[in-house]
Every structure is written in C-alpha cells, then in structure tokens.
C-alpha cells in the first residue's frame, strides 16, 4: 500500500531480540509476518469491511513504537489526563503504560500475595514463563477466522501484523480459586504519529474471578496514528471475568482491536467494549462457547461525532452445549459520522440446549450521520433458543419536544436521549465509576 | 406590556397535511383559570400543542403573543422560558433519566440559573405535600413505567417545580379516576395567583367541578365559536355538543 514500507521481516527479529525473547516467541511472530506478508489489506470488496474504507491507513507508512528502557515514573509524573482518570476510577490497583513502556504499576499486596499477576508481557515471560507460553496466540492467532470468514483470509491481515510487531503489552494471571471484585485497571497512554502495536493476555484459572478494565488515552488531536490491540481471554471452569475495553483516543488515530475469549465450563464472561474516540476505529469482539455452561455477556457502547467511523462485529461462537450468550451493542451517531456493527451467533452441531440473542440498536442525532447493522445466525444445532435483532432510528421528535417544553436547550435534550438510548447498556454496568466516566464522555460530547 | 397569552386569528395545518385550526381567537389574562372544550377532532389539543411550539404543525397564518411578545419563531425552550407549560395529553417516557434531575436541570433552565440543592428540595417537597405523593417518585425515571394516572400527576408535579406564567393543561383528566382528578386539581389550584393563567383544555365537564374556570370557551371545526362562564360548561355536559355544532353551521 505505500511504495517503501516501515515493517520488513528484519524489524520482526530486531523487536524480539530487543525483548530478549525466547525462540518459540521469535517463531510465532515469524510465522504470523509471513501471514502478514502474504495476504492483501481487507478492501470494501471484503464482506466483513464492505462499509468501512481504510486504504487512507498508514499501516506501513509510520515508525513502529518501540521500548526503549525508560525508568519508571512517579504518579505525580504521569499523562494528567492518566491521573485524572486515576482519581476517578477507585480501582484497587493499576498499571500505567506510557507508549509501549509499562512506567508504573500500583498493586495491593493482598493480590499479589495470592499470586494475582498484573504486569508487562515481557516480566512476565521472565517471571511466568509456562502460564505466558501456555496461553499467548490461544485465542487470537492467523488461524482464529470462524464461519465464512474462513473464505476470506484477508481478515487475518491486520491481526497478523499485530502478532508480527506488538511492542508490548499487559498480562493478568488469577490462580485457581483466587476472586476479586473491585477493578484493576491498565490505562495505556499513546502520544500518536506512529504504529503502536499492543497485546494484552488475561489468563483466568478455575473458579477464580477477577475484574479488569483496559483504558486507551491520547492527546484530543494528534497526526495520523495507528493502534493495533489484541486481547486474549482465556477462562478456566467456572472462572468469571468481567473485562472492559474503553477506547477514548483523539483525533488522528485509527484503531483496530481483536478479542477472544475461551469459555470452559461453567465459566462466565461480561464484557464491555467502548468505542468513543479514534477517526476510524474497528472491534472485533468474539467469545467462543467452549465448555458447557459457559455464559457470555457481550455489552457494547458508542457514540460517535464529525467525521469519525466504528465498527464493530461480534461472534458468539458456540460449540459446547447449555450454554447462553447476550449480545447488546448501542450506539448513537451525530454529524457525518458512521457508525457500523455486524454480528455473527454461530452454533456448532454440539451446541445444544444454547441460548444465544444479538441485539443492535442505534440512534442518529444528524440527517447526514448513518448507521449499518448487519445481524447473523449460523445454526448447526435444533433444540436452541436464538434471537436477533437490529434497528436504527432518528431521535424521537416528540421525546425531544416534551424536553424542550419545559426550557431545555436542543443539546440538553438530545444528551439527555442519547443517555436514555444506551441507558439499558449503561444500567448494566456496575462499576459504578466507570458508569459515570462513559456517561461523562457522552456528555461532552453531545455538546461539541 | 400585557399580562396576557393571546391567540390572533391563527391558522395552522399539520405538517403537509390538512388544516386544523381555522382562525382562533383567544385572550387569557394573568389571574383567570380559561377551559376550551369541544367535541373529538375541533383542534383543541393542537392549539395546545402549537402554543408550545411542536415541530410537527405548520403555521399559515396568525400570531401568539405572550406578555404582548410574539413567540411565533421561537423554539419550544425559548417558549419556556417566556413562562408558558404544556402538561402533555400523553407525556412522554424518558428512561435514563430520573425525575429529579430532570426536574432540577429543567427549574435551572426555567431560571436560567444554578438553583440550590436546598432551594430545589424544598419547592419539590412542598408540591409532594399537595399532590400526596411520595419521594420514590424521583428516583424512578422520568414517566418511565408510569401508570397512567402517575404520569399525568408527575406533569402537575412539574407545573408546580417550575411556576409557569401560563400553563396549558391538555386532557389532564382524561383517564383519571375520581381520586386523582382530585389531587391534580389540588394541584392546579395552588398555582393560582394573580401572576399565574391557566387554559385548560378538556372534552368533559367533570375537571371544571374542582378547578373552577372563570371563562369557558367551545371549540368546534377549528374556531372558537362561543364563549361564556362556568355554566356553559354545565349545559354541554347535560345537552352535549350539538347545538354548538349548530352555531358553526349557521355562522353565528
């Protein structure tokens, strides 16, 4: 896509012997460059990226990110914008990476006396070897595609490149039986005018739980930017992980995320994905139904503005039997801005007894904003419960007038519908903090 | 300046489509509590509507004056503010957010300023007292689930935070059970004061037994085409509304 490229074969070894990495990691990321390398970027022609353009994405035309050893920092000398959201948050520990550089890290003894991880991918490659190993490319890999995506193997493009080149990122380990409630928290800094690549591993032993919450910060504004992120979630029996990706860059970046999860049995997962920042950013989100039992709610939220452009596709993989999966994705669309979600519930032959919906719901604030929503069944079993649905609606005239009618300005009115909108997604979010800083965000933004 | 609302020779159609309002004439002074009644379909609620300014009718001609300021051009906010309330036939349901906020953020529009915690409560508690109901209702989101009954005291509920100049009550008792209509007529007559109007538009007499007007006007096809005390009231519910069908007919 540009004449000279930044990334070449020989950027992949100089990143992992500057890392120190084993050769099995140096092999992996090898395997996934000649993946990179070998497929085209997903076009408009591609089915899962037939409404979002991204040939203005300067995948190989900006530096890679790379660490460099950097001391760690004092909380005083943090991002404000980090600080402010540490203030806010009321987590029980955190991890602050600025860039690709883990700067500082605040965790309670009680965790880590009990071996709770929450630490760099690299430390932990050191520290924790057999859990890292065990577990990293498990979810997200070159050959994760599921469904018809099979026949489409550009779709593994951008996640190749991201298990190629990732320059950093985050490991959370909850030894067997080992629960927690109140949140840790990574917030990752981006300074922009380059191609961060971060990978983040969450490894949830049986009958654990554990509450993580993933923050992507930048400058409002910044020159063209790239951010790639993978997040692995690898859930024991009966483990419960509530995990939350909320997505505030600025201006400029354009962000591609994929998660998985693996469900074993019994296991239980709430998801949250926030997509509010960014220029052009796409989530793919996918949980896979592994062992009987399993549960995954799947929450999505966003709000887009300008000229800005989000996708998000979601997979509710099921292969185990009894298994249930809720998929809520809302979102509201002002200005010119895009917004698109695709979902896929597929059912494997042994996936009996699932219980599986998809909803997708949007509202528009703008004639010139538009919404896509493509909502998908697979099913390859019979004694299932599956729903879907999907609509898209301009603000309700009336609503808007009975507000307006007792003295509220038009912006008053319309946040206040915005947050009645998404309110049945915000309800269920519990981290009360966290509740309050998304809302915060909608707020200002309805007000732009 | 009057201290009036007044309706100049208004016209109004509802967007593309056919005409409603056909030339009314109505004068509400500061003081007097006015009914508007008339059969189904003689544009009652749409005038109501239109004094607040729903986006949905288009005007062709006339004139809304409050306190002697044409509103014609200004938004539905802007009409608050001026002092004018709709208490909406079917309220509508918002959920997210809870009354209580809506009520505060809605008083400091109104105000056009920060209105003090205690200041807020204490307007909130004393119409709670008149309209004997209690706090829970605040938590709840606005209209969000409301019986019928409960949404439309929660519209007297907001009359009574926000102290209008002029309010507009559309079909407040229809539905009501005789308990209710008491209590939201409570409510409206506490309002009343030399510096507070009401128009209270209705189908049926009962209302006009608690909340005593002082003119009543007949709506028929879009005009007002009489007006009178507290008895004409009385002789539309016991002879109905053909006669003044009949004054429509004749041009009278």
């Not at chain 2, 003081?31 to 009718?57: C, E, F, R, W």
């Amino acid at each position: 896509m540009e004449l000279t490229s930044t990334l070449s074969r020989d950027l992949v070894l100089e990143v992992s012997k500057k890392l120190n990495e084993p050769q099995w990691l140096l092999e992996q990321r090898l395997a996934a460059w000649e993946t990179f390398a070998k497929l085209p970027y997903p076009t408009t022609r591609t089915e899962e990226w037939k409404y979002t353009d991204i040939t203005e994405v300067p995948f190989e035309g900006l530096p890679l990110e790379e660490p460099t050893d950097v001391p760690l920092r004092t909380r005083e000398e943090l991002p404000e914008a980090v600080q402010a959201r540490i203030a806010q948050a009321d987590l029980a520990g955190f991890v602050v990476f600025v860039g690709p550089q883990l700067v500082y890290a605040e965790l309670p003894e009680e965790l880590t006396r009990q071996g709770v991880v929450l630490t760099s991918l690299h430390e932990a490659l050191k520290s924790h070897p057999k859990q890292v190993q065990g577990a990293l490319f498990k979810t997200v890999n070159a050959s994760d595609l599921v469904g018809s995506q099979k026949n489409r193997p550009e779709n593994s493009k951008i996640p190749a490149l991201g298990s190629a080149l990732f320059t950093h990122g985050v490991f959370l380990y909850v030894p067997q039986g080992v629960e927690f409630s109140k949140p840790l928290g990574v917030f990752k800094y981006l300074g922009g005018n380059a191609l961060s690549v971060g990978r983040t591993l969450i490894v949830s032993e049986a009958n654990s739980q554990a509450v993580y919450i993933e923050e992507y910060i930048s400058p409002t504004k910044v020159p063209a930017s790239v951010n790639l992120s993978a997040t692995e979630l690898v859930l024991g029996s009966g483990a419960r992980v509530r995990h939350a990706h909320i997505q505030t860059l600025g201006e400029g970046f354009y962000h591609f995320h994929r998660q998985r999860a693996h469900l074993g049995r019994d296991a239980t997962l709430n998801d949250l994905v926030v997509n509010m920042g960014a220029t052009i950013s796409r989530a793919e989100v996918q949980s896979q139904m592994l062992g009987a039992g399993s549960y995954s709610e799947m929450l999505g939220l966003y709000f887009t503005a300008g000229n800005q452009h989000v996708d998000h596709y979601t997979l509710q993989h099921h292969v185990a039997d009894h298994a249930y999966s809720d998929v809520l994705y809302k979102g509201a669309a002002k200005d010119r801005s895009r917004t698109v979600y695709a979902g896929l519930i597929k059912l494997e032959p042994g996936a009996q007894k699932t219980d599986a919906y998809q909803t997708n719901r949007n509202l528009l604030l703008s004639p010139d904003a538009r919404a896509d929503s493509v909502p998908q069944l697979e099913i390859g079993a019979n004694d299932v419960k599956c729903s879907h649905g999907s609509s898209t609606a301009p603000v309700d005239a009336m609503q808007l007038f009975y507000l307006m009618s007792r003295g509220l300005p038009r912006h008053v009115g319309q946040q206040i519908l915005v947050k009645a909108h998404l309110a049945d997604v915000l309800t269920r979010i519990p981290i009360e903090p966290l509740r309050q800083h998304i809302e915060g965000i909608i707020e200002e933004k309805v007000k732009l | 300046m009057a201290n009036q609302l007044e309706i100049r020779n208004l016209y109004a159609s509802i967007e593309g489509g056919e005409q409603i309002l056909k030339g009314v004439n109505l004068v509400v002074p500061r003081g007097q509590v006015h009914a508007i009644m008339g059969p189904n379909g003689a544009g009652k609620s749409t005038l109501g509507k239109i004094i607040a300014g729903d986006p949905s009718y288009t005007i062709e001609k006339g004139e809304i004056l409050v306190d002697g300021e044409n509103i014609m051009e200004m938004e539905p906010d802007e009409r608050a503010r001026k002092g004018l309330f709709l208490a909406f036939q079917y309220p509508v349901e918002v959920p997210g957010v809870t009354n209580a906020n809506f009520l505060r953020l809605a008083l400091q529009a109104r105000k056009g300023e920060e209105v003090s915690v205690m200041e807020f409560y204490n307007k909130l508690q004393k119409a709670l007292e008149v309209l004997e109901w209690d706090e829970s209702i605040l938590t709840r989101y606005l209209n969000d689930g409301f019986s019928g009954g409960e949404k439309k005291r929660n519209e007297i509920l907001q009359l009574m935070v926000l102290e209008p100049t002029y309010a507009i009550l559309d079909e407040t008792d229809s539905g009501l059970d005789i308990d209710a209509l008491k209590v939201v007529a409570k409510g409206v007559n506490a309002m009343r004061s030399p510096n507070f109007a009401a128009l209270i538009i209705t189908h049926y007499q009962r209302l006009l037994n608690y909340i005593i007007p002082d003119v009543v006007h007949v709506m028929v096809d879009g005009r007002i085409v009489t007006s009178g005390g507290p008895e004409l009231a009385l002789k539309l519910e016991a002879e109905g509304y053909e006669w003044v069908k009949e004054l429509v007919v004749t041009g009278s």
